[in-house]
């Protein structure tokens, strides 16, 4: 596992992808450049370019040879299972994820979802920081401090957040929207992706509000639609070759907000749940395919 | 409150209370929980400060119409994003094209992790189609190949691509492109670049 990991993140290395959104100039690409220079215009936007189509084919390749995700899955595993924190007790017998004590198959597919004990609609990440504070006896502030993976740091919510998405590959995504409190957390998310604000007036639907447009070279989703939402979600949690790092979710909103040059959104806020729902119940019915490889 | 917030608040307030007023806009009750939320949710970061999350006048009435205000709104308030543009006192709208370029290319700017004070890019080629040699466009606006060569350069065009650079929403209201000039991003200098880089017959663009 150790080995296909390290030989994963030198071919990551060797194909030195570019960031997802350019803001600056995005390296060169021959393949695409080549292509791009015989047409006149942009004629069909929503044909994928060569370069995606070249990251798509690897992409199939790298997950075959084995998925760098799997390793943080397993830690993931450990996590769940142990007696850990200050009340020393695991979260497998004490985390109810939305199906039942014990139950993680199939959770990560209906979540966003309401707890009621919690009195909250919470993704998959927040629950599992919830869990954590709320059970085990974390402190929210400690696990709030670095919540997202760098260099050589993978927070212990990522790998949990992994493991359990993980137990609902190949299962189709189902948020229960017929849930009046899901339903209401929906309809707030889908007005913060309407929200324009800040220097540039971006909200998120300035860039994911219609099909076929792109940034740069790169296709942008449209999350209001079940296609583009289920482009959005699936890969996630996903192992980025850009940093070589595993990422959440909740990650990948605050760096939008980031490039919508907003201030930063709170770590397993009810902000970053809204949006995952209007997301998610929008990818509803599409197959998850699990934790995946993202550039 | 800063002066972008000042913007003709009372014509906003106007405008807002005239769409409030009319049926088939988005659900107001959902926005404003929306809003009372991400104002408890966001926090400054970086240059990024936690106000950014509060609507202008300008954005709160596209914010409430779906980005379809009314059209006398609409030309109203156009009219007052017009009035907010500055022309160089020199009377010269066209500067320098490979500057242009340069600054075209550019996507920096603005975000929590731009050093405060760094100069912003252009971010043109983020969302169009502008000199043939860059095949990494986007296309969130139109293309622009061509631009001068099809529209002319002329004094009037000079002055409507210098005005849609300096504020964009002086002719769309709720246009998707930043108000560069406007919010400070971009100085009478760059702006003229890129009118160049648009315009000048010499540019790649209208090759």
């Known amino acids: 596992m150790r080995q296909t990991l390290i030989a994963a993140t030198a071919i990551a290395l060797a194909f030195a992808m570019q960031p997802v959104v350019a803001q600056d100039k995005p390296a060169a690409k021959p393949a695409a450049k080549m292509a791009a220079k015989k047409m006149a215009k942009p004629a069909v936007v929503e044909e994928k370019d060569a370069a995606t189509l070249e990251f798509e084919k690897f992409r199939a390749k790298m997950i075959e040879d084995g998925n760098p995700a799997e390793l943080f899955e397993a830690q993931g595993e450990e996590l769940w299972k142990t007696k850990r924190g200050p009340n020393n007790v695991s979260l497998a017998e004490t985390c109810d994820l939305g199906l039942g004590l014990g139950v993680v198959k199939g959770t990560y597919v209906q979540m966003p979802r309401y707890f009621a004990d919690a009195g909250k609609v919470m993704d998959a990440e927040r629950r599992i920081v919830w869990c954590m504070v709320e059970k085990q006896g974390f402190k929210a502030a400690d696990l709030a401090k670095k919540p997202f993976a760098a260099e050589t740091y993978t927070p212990e919510q990522t790998s949990l957040v992994t493991y359990v998405a993980g137990l609902s590959r190949d299962m189709k995504f189902a948020v229960p929207l017929k849930d009046p409190h899901v339903k209401e957390v929906y309809e707030i998310g889908k007005e913060v992706a309407n929200h324009r604000a800040g220097p540039y007036d971006f909200s998120c639907n300035t860039c994911h509000g219609v099909d076929g447009k792109r940034i740069r070279m790169q296709q942008l989703p449209n999350i209001s639609s079940k296609a583009g939402a289920t482009t959005a979600v699936l890969g996630w949690p996903g192992y980025r070759m850009t940093g070589n790092r595993m990422l959440t979710l909740q990650w990948r909103m605050g760096d939008c907000f980031r490039q919508q040059r907003f201030p930063q959104p709170g770590y397993a806020s009810d902000t970053v749940t809204s949006l995952l729902t209007f997301m998610t119940a929008n990818a509803n019915g599409s197959t998850y395919t699990g934790p995946g490889i993202k550039r | ?207």
């Open chain 2, 1 to 207: 409150m800063n002066k972008r917030h000042q913007f003709s608040i009372l014509a906003a307030i106007a405008a807002t209370a005239a769409i409030a007023a009319a049926p088939a806009f988005a659900d107001s009750s959902h926005r404003a929980k929306a809003m009372t939320m991400m104002k408890a949710d966001f926090t400054t970061k970086g240059q990024a400060t936690a106000d950014r999350i509060y609507e202008d006048g300008l954005q709160a009435v596209c914010n409430r119409s779906g980005n379809h205000p009314p059209e006398k709104i609409a030309k109203q308030l156009e009219g007052d994003q017009m009035a907010t543009v500055k022309y160089p006192a020199d009377g010269k709208l066209m500067g320098d094209w490979k500057a242009g370029e340069k600054l075209a290319q550019s996507g920096r700017g603005f975000t929590w992790n731009d050093a405060p004070g760094s100069p912003a890019g252009g971010n043109c080629y983020n969302c169009h189609q502008i000199a043939p040699s860059e095949s990494s466009f986007g296309t969130v606006g139109p293309s622009l190949f061509n631009f001068g060569k099809l529209r002319g350069n002329t004094a009037e065009n000079q002055k409507y691509v210098y005005s849609k650079i300096y504020n964009a929403k002086s002719y769309n209201l709720c246009s998707e492109m930043p108000r560069f000039g406007h919010v400070g991003a971009l100085g009478e200098k760059q702006i003229k670049d890129l009118v160049a880089l648009l315009l000048d017959p010499e540019s790649p663009v209208n090759k």
